[in-house]
């Protein structure tokens, strides 16, 4: 992916070193960086909200069955940016940045105005307006303060866990969570979750898995325009992007933790659902292309 040189977005706050030092807790799992990843059964779920997912805090409580409680606010460090020599934070503020450019001028086209999210760099925990979040969790956005929240020890998981790598992989991650707070701003996640609320927990993951994967093409509908503009896909890049995709499906996460596989759970796509609606938004670049909401097969 050609990223550097390109405009490297302001809107990025670096926590790391804020929070309590947490990691992958949980017992067992693989050890990384000192740590330890915790890969039971709630762990990989959370993977998969990890993974280009939904609020982590909503994905335990689709989990747990519970109603959700309102989040407690917490106090935290006065926000900074982080160093010009932390090149990973340069690529991710230059992703971010480009996802600006892209969503601002799409915005623009239809008579709207696009809100640039935050992205905000952490270790450990760090409050946020759902509540306390964790490195454990994994990326996630946050519709109450409009910000992406990442861990950036995430792309190491990538590698060591997934079989994951590359800068373009690393950016769809992004480029996902960013899908979740267009998807915010369109007023399309405030119905699904008011619907959720009514709903099954059956019917509550089908939603979930509908606008997971309206977030993955939404992701294309970004790398379409933006190689457009800026000629950022080098050769292997889409490659990285869908073996990313196909790495977190539902079923291949699953079989990966308990060796079988259960439909009705899943929350996020499977690995084909998640490469095929990526691929319709890269390839026809287009929001309305997105709307798994209306389409019968998935």
Known sequence: ????????????????????????????????????????????ALVASYFLGINPLTMLDLLSGGGGQAPVQQQQAPAHKPSPND?????????????EDTWGQLFADSGKQYVRPKLVLFSGSTPT?????????????????????????????????????????Q?????????????????????????????????ANAMSVRLELQADC?????????????????????EEALNAASAIGDDALQRQARGEVVPDSFTHGTSAQRV???K????????????TFAAQQL
């Open 1 to 44: 992916m050609k990223w550097e040189g390109n405009r490297e977005s302001d809107n990025v706050e670096d926590r790391r070193g804020d929070g309590d030092g947490g990691g992958y807790g949980g017992g067992g799992g693989l050890p990384f960086g000192g740590r330890s990843i915790g890969l039971g059964t709630v762990a990989v």
């Open 87 to 99: 090149q990973m934070a340069r690529f991710v503020s230059t992703v971010l940045a480009d996802t």
């Open 129 to 169: 307006a759902c509540g306390m979040g964790q490195t454990a969790t994994g990326p996630f956005y946050c519709p109450g303060d409009q910000k992406v929240y990442i861990d950036l020890s995430f792309y190491e998981l990538m590698k060591q866990r997934f079989k994951v790598s590359g800068n373009f992989a």
């Open 171 to 203: 950016a769809y991650v992004i480029a996902h969570e960013v899908g979740h707070h267009v998807q915010h701003l369109l007023g399309i996640s405030d119905k699904v979750d008011a619907a959720r609320r009514n709903a099954t927990e059956k019917q």
């Open 218 to 238: 939404f992701a294309g509908v970004w790398a379409y325009h933006a190689n457009q503009a800026r000629h950022i896909i080098e050769d292997g890049d889409i």
């Open 276 to 278: 095929a609606w990526f």
């Open 280 to 291: 319709r938004g890269i390839t026809e670049g287009k929001v309305n292309a997105c709307n």
